[in-house]
């Protein structure tokens, strides 16, 4: 029993200890699966956490990517413009080439330019605002000045400082109007007698002009050398022609006896073409004293519309014995009387009608004067259905011994001073003359003459 029972404690013992073992192991085995848990746990974490790095690495990749490939379009862009910049650094280069050639021809342009002004033989200023910033050698030399002490000063400090400046620019400054070209003679004081001096303005811009000094000294001297040859050879020629006629027109009317019909019939061609002399005689005076200054001697206050139509009375008599139908068209209305020298505008209508009845073979003549008020002038128009002027000729008219081609087939004899001495008879009466006209289709003369400003009060109550 004893041995039993000892057997039994041992038992019980051994089972105690088995299940202390296993409650021991249970224990462990609870704690390891705790751990392993918390293990898992934190794999399970540590996966997460890989997972999320895993997929941050893969943001990273991409956007790792489309920085390469934002770079490597960078790339080629830089390069693309590297070439651009090549390319623009070249043709700068080429440009630079250009300029500098182009620099080295404006010198010697502008060398070149330099060498004509300075060895121009006009002088030539020029003018910007109030200061002269070129004279060449001539200019200087005609004001008898060094060029270099001029250039870059002050008009008035010039006219002060230089009389013969101050002569020059006086004289200009009483231009009131622009001028392209103009005479000019500056006197004795401070230049040789008879110096004359051509100038043209130029305008260059706003406030900048080129003066062009030309001296015509001698074409003046010339000039008044050929006037005044003519004007004596006509005077002298005057005397024998008007005796001629005096004793053409005695034989003519049978004061010194009688003659035969086939007699008087020369002499009367023998008379006329002594008439043709005469008148080309008093056109050569008149157009000496024209060119002496001395043509318009004395003005009146003439009523105008009266003085034409003595003219055109005259004037109608020889149009209707040639079969030509003249008309005088006079103003619709009162028109002013006016300063002019009669005998001399007479002259000018006189030429105008007489070339109309030259150059007309057949159809009509019109005489025409209006007032134009708004314009505060007397208007003169003399129509014609002759044989008209070619448009080559129409700058060419109104100089001195010029005819053109068609008057010269139709009509031999004329002088050509006729249209000339008109234009300058109208001009010294401040007033305009032009035409119109085309060959074969006939020709109008068109003058005006001006209404002073005494006439003012005319015009007020008109």
């Known amino acids: ?9 041992m038992a019980e013992d051994s089972t105690r200890k088995t299940t202390s073992d296993l409650e021991e192991t249970t224990k462990i085995l609870l704690r390891r699966d705790l751990e392993l848990t918390k293990i898992k746990e934190k794999q399970d974490e540590d996966l997460k956490t890989l997972d999320e790095i895993a997929k941050q690495l893969i943001r990273r990749d991409l956007e790792l990517s489309k920085v390469q490939v934002e770079r ?3 790339l080629r862009e830089l390069e693309l413009k590297t070439k651009d910049l090549e390319q623009v650094r070249k043709a700068l280069m080429n440009i630079l080439e250009d300029i500098d050639e182009e620099r080295k021809k404006a010198e010697s342009e502008r060398d070149k330019t330099l060498s004509i002004i ?24 005609f004001f008898q000045i060094n060029p270099q002490t001029l250039v870059g000063k002050e008009i008035s400090v010039l006219k002060k400082d230089f009389p013969p400046l101050a002569v020059f620019f006086g004289a200009l400054s009483k231009k009131t109007a622009p001028f392209r070209r103009e005479e000019m003679a500056l006197g004795i004081d401070f230049f040789p007698e008879g110096f004359v001096l051509e100038v043209s303005m130029i305008s260059l811009s706003a406030n900048r002009w080129m003066i062009i000094l030309h001296d015509i000294s001698r074409e003046k001297l010339v000039e008044k050398m050929k006037t005044e ?13 008007s005796a001629i006629k005096w004793i053409l027109s005695m034989v003519i009317n049978g004061d010194v006896g009688e003659i035969t019909e086939e007699q008087k019939d020369m002499l009367q061609k023998t008379y006329q073409s002594n008439e043709r002399m005469i008148a080309l005689v008093n056109d050569l005076l008149n157009t000496a004293r024209i060119e002496e200054g001395k043509f318009i001697n004395k003005t009146s206050k003439k009523d105008i519309v009266a003085l034409a139509k003595n003219i055109f009375v005259q004037f109608k008599e020889r149009a209707v014995s040639k079969g030509i139908t003249a008309e005088f068209i006079k103003p619709s209305v009162r ?17 105008l009608l007489d070339n109309a009845l030259e150059y007309t073979k057949q159809g009509k003549i019109v005489f025409k004067i209006e007032f134009i008020k708004a314009k505060n002038e007397i208007l003169f128009s003399v129509a014609d259905t002759g044989i008209g002027i ?12 010029f005819r053109a081609s068609t008057a010269v087939k139709t009509e031999t004899e004329g002088s050509g001073l006729g249209l000339f001495i008109a234009k300058n008879i109208i001009e010294a009466h401040n007033g ?12 109008t003369f068109y003058f005006t003459l001006p209404v002073k ?3 003012d009060t005319f015009l007020k109550e008109f």
Not at 118 to 137: Q, T
Not at 229 to 241: E, G, W, Y
Not at 432 to 443: H, L, N, P, V, Y
Request: one cysteine or more; aromatic letters at 10%.
């Open 1 to 9: 029993m004893i041995a039993d029972f000892a057997n039994f404690s």
């Open 72 to 74: 490597e379009e960078e």
């Open 118 to 141: 300075n060895n121009f033989a006009d002088g030539l200023l020029m003018i910007e605002g109030e200061f002269l910033i070129l004279c060449n050698p001539q200019a200087a030399k």
């Open 229 to 241: 040859f003519v004007s004596i050879a006509a005077h002298q020629l005057r005397t024998p022609l």
């Open 335 to 351: 028109t002013p009387a006016i300063n002019i020298d009669s005998e001399k505008i007479s002259l000018a209508i006189q030429n």
């Open 390 to 401: 070619s448009g080559a000729e129409h700058k060419r008219i109104f100089s001195k011994f």
């Open 432 to 443: 305009r003359i032009w035409f119109e006209s085309e060959a074969d289709k006939g020709t």
């Open 453 to 455: 400003e005494e006439f």
